[in-house]
């Protein structure tokens, strides 16, 4: 079928045309934004609602942590941890079992072996784990190096050690022994 | 001439539908978004307020059964305390430890007492130092340091030195002994 409208009035109609198009999909999304804002209300309302009971909930957990500010059980817990922390810590500490163990393998040289010093540390000195210096002076080298066996072979025990040095010199020897030891 | 003014009046009549649809979706498209980020705004603050809530009510729930054992635990806390020296005994304690001396058989002096700093968080549990000094036979101040170990305190010996004295014969034992003492709770 042929047009016989004129030319410039096709145009027109095709723009008018167009802008229907253009103003009725403005207005479809107009309805459909004001659908989702109106849809939206029942859940800010809610929201609010939901809101108001949990600053209510937080106000009165908020109180109740103010009322047991100033209680003392949390500061008798952490008391009485560090109580039992303590109590456990010193159990371990034992120097009668370590010099007592010297003695022990003393009475198989006692005769060539005179000790006079012992010195324990539960610090250690200069290293961190506890130490017994025993001190005192041998018969001779050959009985000094006898007792230090005797003590290396005890599983007591884990650190034997004295200064080559207190070897020097013939006759009586002062000798100075560092003994490290299981707690 | 009509037909002219027609055309007009009806392009007149576009042109407006044109800009209030431009103008409704814009204002709608606004509206819209303002709701949006209000209710998105009150949920983020529902959760986090819900949030810090759950926080607090957990807090108060262990405060409660902390509170709970502190209350059950009470015969068994005042034994562990019978560990510890407190102001009071102090005195006494050092009284005892002279008589262990006596119970051994030789003499046993306090050198020096001193407060260390506290040990735990809460500034009531403080060391206190003692330097002791007896002599006597090496068995006899042997008897004295395991005794000194098994006195039922919270008492640990840090140093000890038996040493003999060359020309007497007679041994010296010099412990270093740390005792906790404990602030009773206000």
């Known amino acids: ?183 | 001439m009509v037909a002219k003014r027609k055309k007009i009046g009806r392009n007149t009549l576009l042109v407006s539908l044109a800009v209030v649809g431009v103008v409704a979706v814009i204002s709608s498209t606004l509206l819209y978004s303002f709701a949006f980020i209000k209710v998105r705004g009150i949920i983020t603050q529902v959760a986090n307020t819900s949030e810090e809530a759950q926080l607090l009510a957990k807090k108060n729930t262990h405060i409660q059964t902390v509170r709970r054992v502190v209350r059950d635990t009470q015969p068994e806390r005042e034994k562990i305390d019978a560990y510890f020296l407190t102001d009071d005994e102090i005195v006494s304690f050092l009284e005892e430890v002279e008589g262990l001396g006596t119970h051994v058989g030789v003499e046993v002096t306090v050198q020096a007492v001193s407060v260390g700093k506290p040990i735990d968080k809460d500034e009531r549990i403080t060391p206190l130092n003692l330097v002791l000094k007896s002599e006597g036979s090496l068995e006899k101040i042997f008897y004295l340091l395991t005794l000194l170990e098994d006195f039922p305190k919270a008492m640990s010996v840090q140093e000890v030195q038996f040493s003999q004295q060359p020309d007497e014969g007679i041994w010296v034992g010099n412990f270093d002994i740390v005792v906790l003492k404990i602030e009773k709770a206000k």
């Not at chain 1, 047009?3 to 403005?26: C, F, G, I, S």
């Not at chain 1, 010297?102 to 040289?109: G, L, Q």
């Not at chain 1, 324990?120 to 017994?132: F, R």
Request: charged share 20%.
């Open chain 1, 1 to 183: 079928m042929a047009n016989v409208l004129p030319k410039k009035d096709r145009e027109t109609l095709r723009k008018n045309y167009w802008l229907r198009v253009v103003v009725t999909l403005a207005c479809m999304f107009t309805a459909a934004m004001l659908i989702g804002t109106t849809s939206l209300i029942p859940s800010y309302l809610s929201a609010r609602t939901d809101l108001a009971e949990v600053t209510r909930y937080e106000g009165l957990q908020g109180d109740a942590q103010n009322a047991t500010d100033g209680d003392s059980a949390t500061e008798t817990a952490r008391v009485v941890n560090a109580q039992i922390d303590q109590l456990l810590k010193d159990r371990n500490v034992n120097a009668s079992g370590v010099i007592q163990q010297v003695m022990r393998d003393w009475t198989t040289h006692a005769e060539d072996i005179i000790i006079s010093d012992f010195s324990y540390d539960v610090a250690g000195g200069d290293s961190s784990v506890p130490q017994l210096r025993v001190s005192g002076e041998a018969r001779s080298r050959s009985t000094l190096n006898a007792f230090v066996q005797t003590l290396k072979a005890d599983p007591v025990f884990t650190k034997v050690s004295f200064p080559v040095s207190d070897l020097a010199g013939s006759g009586n020897i002062v000798f100075s022994l560092v003994l490290e030891f299981k707690l």
